[in-house]
């Protein structure tokens, strides 16, 4: 067996583990017959290969153990410097120690339940006829319309090619044209949609957005399926048996990594003010939203409850009285599922001045076929639309933003040529994992996080 030290007691135990589980095999080194400069080495994170007789174990603590009859070290730990020691170091400090962090249990059980989380998606799709549709990750256009986007060029900043008029030429640019890092995968995958009937992208997708909060990366993966005919409740109803579905795997598939979070929470909890700890503990979270069906309200219907209720005995949600039509922010939406629905949400039918351009508009001529699904502790988890399949609305709604049409000369041909009633989301794969996990910031459930003035790896 390969693996790195945990701990390496008395001379004589050493604590082994390969990664492949939270369990370590405890090795018995029989000092007299190893080498003293040999048993120096070995010491927290050292990596060492055994071999020997795997038998009952005579000690406390685990049902096995491997009395070692051959030893060698791959590579030793500096017990001065190695940072990872075998003691509970903060989220903080194991964030600048990225590289390291996938030693430490809690981290090995995120990353385990990750990759067991994205390996339910694609299985989940599969079995349900869509195809896997790479999306370019350098993209000409801006897929949301919110102007978040990293700009890819080759050109040198200090130094551009100027037009005439002073500006940056981007005509000399690698592609011949302004580029960025994707924001969304969603237009290509429409695209697809309407050849291969039902597909979903699986990839990186950038955002240069200054939010330094909890839940928000410069980087992350998304997952969004694209179905031709379906509708907006076709979509709702899909994007819930998703969830619940990959959900349901991880909870068979990673039970001892789940129970090992679940302390870990119920550890965390501990240390908050009783106002503000859970009532569940994570897998009763987990089985809730699979065993629930989550609440469908529209954006209106939403508002209406906000305006009667009182978040705390003094407050009304006052400013949503003024205005039908304003965006919610995330005190609302957490008002809504952690206190009045107590449940996931679905919130529907959104007001089309606060959402994206390609949302099919409904007959009322003010809303969309918008949803978002806001989970407990998350906020929002998905966002997705029936898109705008009429090429007449669709570019009278390009030209009132001022969209620059010929950008878009492409996907408007998909409604040109065989159009259809089509319906797709996208489900950030980090907050689904932080959901999975009860891990309360989204930078530890990524290897390597990319958030504002942080990309040391
Ligand atoms: O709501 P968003 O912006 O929707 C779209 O991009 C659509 N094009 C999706 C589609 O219909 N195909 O983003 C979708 C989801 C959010 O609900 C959230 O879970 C996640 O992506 N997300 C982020 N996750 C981490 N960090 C960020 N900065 C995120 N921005 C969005
Ligand atoms: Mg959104």
């Known amino acids: 067996m390969n693996g790195w030290v945990k701990t390496f007691r008395s001379n004589r135990f050493i604590a082994l583990n390969d990664g492949s589980t939270l369990q370590n095999i405890q090795c018995v080194v029989d000092f007299e017959k190893f080498d003293d400069g040999l048993l120096k080495q070995i010491a927290t994170g050292a990596a060492i290969g055994v071999k020997g007789n795997l038998v009952e174990s005579q000690g406390k603590g685990q049902a096995v153990e491997i009395q070692v009859t051959e030893l060698i070290v791959h590579g ?24 390291l962090r996938v030693r430490t249990n809690t981290f090995a059980a995120v990353m385990r339940v990750r990759s067991a989380l994205a390996f339910a998606i ?63 995968g969603q237009l290509e995958a429409e695209a697809y949609a309407m050849g291969l009937g039902k597909v979903y992208t699986f990839g990186p997708t950038f955002r240069a957005e200054n939010s330094n909060t909890s839940r928000h990366l410069a980087e992350f993966w998304m997952i969004e399926p694209e179905m031709a005919f379906y509708d907006l409740h076709d979509n709702m109803d899909l994007a819930e048996d998703f969830i619940k579905e990959v959900l349901r795997y991880v909870i068979q598939q990673c039970g001892e990594d789940l129970e090992f ?3 870990r929470l119920l550890d965390e909890e501990k240390t908050k003010p009783q106002a503000e700890r859970s009532d569940l503990s994570l897998m009763e979270k987990l089985k809730f939203v699979i065993d629930n069906q989550f609440v469908r309200v529209t954006y209106t219907e939403a508002i209406d409850i906000l305006r009667n209720s009182k978040p705390n005995k003094k407050k009304k949600f006052q400013y949503l009285i003024e205005e039908w039509g304003a965006d919610l922010q995330s005190e609302h939406e957490r008002y809504l599922v952690e206190k009045h629905f107590n449940c996931p949400v679905i919130l529907y039918d959104y007001p089309a001045k606060i959402k994206a351009f390609y949302m099919r508009l409904n007959e009322d001529g003010k809303t969309v076929r918008a949803m978002d699904i806001l989970f407990p502790g998350i906020g929002e988890i998905v966002g997705g639309s029936q898109r705008e399949e009429r090429l007449d609305v669709l570019v009278q709604k390009i030209k009132d933003l001022g969209i620059d049409e010929k950008e878009l000369w492409w996907y408007l041909d998909l409604r040109k040529y065989g159009t259809a009633v089509h319906s797709g989301f996208g489900l950030g794969f980090e907050r689904l994992v932080q959901f999975a996990t009860g891990m309360g910031n989204i930078r530890d459930v990524i290897p390597f996080p990319r958030t504002p003035q942080n990309a040391e790896f």
């Open 122 to 184: 694609h299985e989940y799709f599969r079995k349900n006829g869509f195809y896997y549709m790479h999306a370019p990750i350098i993209t000409g256009s801006d897929a949301e319309g919110a102007g978040e986007m990293f700009r890819v060029t080759t050109l040198d900043p200090k130094n551009p090619p100027l037009t005439e008029e002073g500006e940056v030429n981007y005509r000399e640019d690698f592609f011949g044209k302004e580029t960025n890092l994707t924001v969304s």
């Open 261 to 263: 979070l679940e302390k």
């Open 76 to 99: 030793s730990a500096d017990p001065e410097t190695y940072p990872i020691q075998p003691k509970k170091h903060s989220m903080e400090f194991l964030r600048e120690q990225a590289h």
